[in-house]
């Protein structure tokens, strides 16, 4: 893989200063280095780059998203988020159901979102294992960041509404609780059994079960819970019922999550914040308001900013921070939101979400300020490789 230098820009790398002009190089598919035009280094055997005054980011970051599981311009046909003919569903994993010839993957790279967290829909209360995947390929094997990342969970009125329209379980949020808790206790039993059985090199490993399977590798902590939850309450079940068990929490969504800010800070639980820029479809989003992040961020809570694709399309995503910042956002604060604090709440920071030597090169050259509506995209780089080029004549 040939080397790629992008130079003469203004470089905003998410952790530390800016450069107000310099150069990022890249190779091997990871950041080589970068900094001031005055100690770039020779190039000559590199593609080069002139960004011509531009501003490159790190590639934007968007985890949480349904991107492939719904098809645009599709109804039943491409609708595969949501298992809704079992409420327990940990065995279930995006990844078979993504499609990345979807063409809202093309768009979301396009518009400088190279990595996106896909997650199972919010009709059951467990509903399977999300994946981590850059927007840049044709096939999901190959796009694959790290699958799975984490299991899906959801409260409130999605689990109630899908299941009293079928007239089967569960129907309350306390039957919703009931349901996770249950399983998760399964869970723990089977992986008590088979360690028990290891330790004792016995053969009475309990019979192979997909569900309990899954559900093991959130019980000892190598998975944590994405918590679907909009209401202060459905928040704080979700977080009790993580302490009983010892699941690592990240709340999704967290739309009353400002009124309990302080709360959610002295749990040290992350929240992944939107879609805001929807109406109030459903009464748990009553308190629904763009100032959110900014006011969770404000109270020392580690929050991202997503689209909830295909809520709001997650080519929006940049615009959706712009919005948090007109609300009164901290506007470093809130690329941080679509950038590295996403990286880190999934625990991705080690290879993507700024720039650094050492980290994937996912790229973004942009015409402004990437909160300027008014910028575009020029280039986008997705693991050192040029994967997007605006055509002088194209119109956004």
Request: hydrophobic content about 40%; overall charge negative.
């Amino acid at each position: 893989m040939q080397s790629l230098c992008i130079h003469h820009a203004r470089i905003l790398p998410m952790e530390g200063g800016e450069v107000a002009c310099g150069f990022v190089l890249v190779q091997q598919g990871k950041i080589a280095a970068f900094g001031p035009m005055d100690e770039m280094p020779d190039v000559s055997d590199a593609i080069q780059l002139d960004a011509a005054g531009g501003v490159i980011t790190p590639g934007l970051i968007d985890v949480h998203s349904h991107l492939g599981l719904y098809e645009d311009s599709l109804g039943f046909e491409g609708a595969d988020g949501n298992e809704d003919t079992d409420p327990v569903t940990p065995h279930l994993r995006v990844i078979d159901g993504i499609n990345p010839m979807e063409r809202a993957f093309g768009e979301s790279l396009a518009a400088g979102v190279t990595t996106v967290v896909v997650s199972p829909g919010s009709a059951n209360p467990i509903g399977g294992q999300l994946a981590a995947v850059r927007t840049w390929g044709r096939r999901i094997d190959d796009m694959i960041l790290k699958a799975p990342i984490g299991m899906k969970f959801a409260f409130g009125e999605n689990p109630k509404s899908v299941y009293h329209d079928k007239e089967e379980t569960p129907v309350t949020r306390m039957a919703t609780a009931a349901l996770i808790r249950e399983n998760l206790r399964k869970a723990q039993e089977y992986h008590d059994r088979k360690q028990k059985a290891l330790e004792h090199e016995e053969d009475d490993l309990p019979d192979f079960d997909a569900k309990m399977e899954a559900l093991e590798a959130v019980i000892t902590g190598e998975l944590p819970a994405h918590i679907h939850a909009h209401r202060a309450d459905d928040m704080f079940t979700a977080l009790r019922i993580c302490k009983e068990f010892g699941v690592t929490p990240i709340l999704v969504h967290g739309t009353e999550g400002h009124l309990v800010a302080d709360l959610l800070a002295g749990e040290g639980v992350p929240v992944i914040s939107g879609p805001f820029m929807t109406d109030r479809s459903k009464p748990e989003l009553h308190n629904l308001t763009e100032a959110s992040p900014g006011l969770l961020a404000k109270g020392g809570v580690p929050v991202a900013i997503t689209t909830d694709h295909p809520e709001i399309p997650v080519k929006f995503l940049r615009l959706a921070a712009a919005v948090a910042v007109q609300a009164g956002m901290d506007e470093n604060e809130a690329l941080r939101a679509i950038t590295i604090n996403g990286a880190k709440i999934v625990g991705l920071d080690d290879r993507i979400g700024s720039i650094a030597p050492g980290k994937d090169a996912d790229l973004v050259v942009w015409s402004g300020h990437p909160l300027d509506f008014r910028s575009h995209v020029q280039t986008v780089v997705s693991a050192g490789q040029i994967a997007y080029r605006r055509k002088n004549d194209e119109n956004h």
